[in-house]
């Protein structure tokens, strides 16, 4: 499968009349990316984008790793010039910069559709459009329609603190003057943190907060999963466990883990703090907090005024 087609599989799979333009540009919550949609596309309900009212046409909203992009226009450049089978790679102008835009036909199901991608440069990380239209719609959304639909994408530096914050499925009363909020998986996991994506989080404190979708089969069995949980944190080796115990975490069980270890590209020292607190049902919130060792007396008080200023939407 070329790249440009699992891409264009992976985006959709998660979004599981004459045309003109919307007044303005448009940024699904959280993201970096909008565009100018089509009229007749509305906020999508159950993904980051666009869609008609009877969800046949998609258009799909995301952001990638910033080395996709170089990735990919690497791929279409060569895929061009040996004139590979497959998608055809063009470079399309947008507000945004210089983008790399395909459009193929296939099925989903039964349905012949029409689909359509794009990847450009946002600097930090690669801004990726993804849109999708049924062959009985595309004598309304025409290929040049959505082409400068496409062309319409541009990209925002930054994305509002309160924005970011009111799609988690929890409330963060204090933010412990953390400098930069980024939204990990929008809905599900947020990191405050005094670094950037351009210096690196790892060289100054920062905190993840997010759910966990499993939980342990018994409070027995706490102590063994916060210890396994907190060895997958990302990004760090040579870790060393040096306390697991629990606690209750606005009276609701927990449980605190630390560990020792080397994280980043730089082999930081750092000391990690995990909170799990267990409610009924078989989400666990997840609380991780990581500092440089010689900040850690400092870092510790703030990660723990975030902990105990997270509360239930409910």
Partial sequence: MTPIRFLSALALFI????????????????IRVGLTPLVGLVPAKAFEGFETQD???????????AAAYTEVSNTFKTQAANNSPGPKPESIET??????????????????????????SGGTFAGYVAAQVPEDASKIYTDDAVRKMF???????????????????????DLANFKNVRTLAIGSAIV???GNETTGFEAAPFIVIGLMSQ?????DDRDRFAQEAIRTFPGVHESRLTMSEPLRIDSTPGYETRM?????????????????????????????GSSPRDQWEKAFPRFRAVRDGIQSRG
């Avoid at 979004?15 to 959280?30: I, M, N, R």
């Avoid at 969800?55 to 790793?65: D, G, N, R, T």
């Avoid at 309160?162 to 409330?171: D, R, W, Y």
């Fill in 15 to 30: 979004a599981t009349l004459c045309p003109a333009f919307a007044a303005d540009t448009v940024f699904p919550p959280s």
């Fill in 55 to 65: 969800h046949s046409v998609k258009v799909v909203v995301a952001e990638l790793p």
């Fill in 95 to 120: 507000a945004a910069g210089t983008g790399y835009y395909t459009v193929e036909d296939a099925t989903d199901g039964k349905v012949k559709v029409r689909r359509y991608s794009m990847i450009l």
């Fill in 151 to 173: 062309a319409s994408a541009t990209i925002r530096k930054e994305v509002p603190v309160a924005e970011q914050l009111a799609q988690m499925p929890f409330k963060i009363t």
């Fill in 192 to 194: 405050l943190a005094d």
């Fill in 215 to 219: 939980s342990p089969a018994t409070p």
């Fill in 260 to 288: 020792d270890a080397t994280s980043g590209k730089d082999n930081t020292k750092v000391t990690v703090v995990q909170w799990l607190r267990f409610g009924s049902g078989s989400t666990v919130l997840r609380i991780v």
